[in-house]
């Protein structure tokens, strides 16, 4: 197992074709995607916050979002000399974190979501911009009420999810 281990934080991408571990600490509702090429051993992976930049009218950085870092991923990762037609995925996190009164109240919430549950939409746009690219999803760790890790290994493709409640388990 390569020993330099990559932090890739909230709102963040990382790619990279050179044996390391890259990490995503404390999933909540945020959402890891890690992206692979098996055959170059070219990999990344993305800690995305919100689910979609066009309901947001000041973008940021393309790693905030589903849509966009899963693209700029792409296209990072087809420069270092990826195959789109070979790229998978795997994602773990968007879980429900927190109960807010009120959330479920459209009126009390901006913008045109039915409530928060950030956590879901950030699955489902992850899954509907994969789909939208064609990239298989091969496992996911996702839901629930409990935090996070992602482990990504581009070395050998293992992903690893840790838990403080449910222990450690590979995608």
């Known amino acids: 197992m390569p020993e330099e281990i990559v932090g890739v934080g909230v709102a963040e991408y990382y790619v990279t074709h050179n044996p390391k571990v890259l990490a995503s600490y404390g999933l909540g509702s945020c959402v890891a995607i890690a992206l692979y090429d098996e055959a170059k051993r070219i990999g990344g992976l993305a800690h995305i916050m919100l689910p979609d930049s066009r309901a947001i009218s000041r973008g940021g950085r393309a790693g905030r979002f589903a849509d966009t870092a899963i693209r700029a991923m792409v296209e990072e990762m087809v420069r270092l000399g990826a195959r789109r037609n070979r790229i998978t995925a795997r994602i773990a996190g968007g879980a429900q974190m927190f109960t807010i009164p009120g959330a479920s109240n459209?009126?009390?919430?901006?913008?045109?979501?039915?409530?928060?549950?950030?956590?879901?939409?950030?699955?489902?746009?992850?899954?509907?911009?994969?789909?939208?690219?064609k990239i298989p999803l091969l496992g996911e760790d996702t839901g629930g009420n409990y935090g996070?890790?992602?482990?990504?290994?581009?070395?050998?493709?293992?992903?690893?999810?840790?838990?403080?409640?449910?222990?450690?388990?590979e995608l």
């Open 106 to 133: 459209p009126a009390n919430v901006p913008g045109p979501s039915p409530g928060m549950n950030i956590g879901e939409r950030n699955v489902e746009s992850t899954k509907k911009t994969l789909a939208e690219l």
């Open 148 to 169: 996070r890790t992602m482990f990504f290994d581009v070395s050998t493709g293992k992903i690893t999810i840790t838990s403080i409640r449910h222990g450690t388990r």
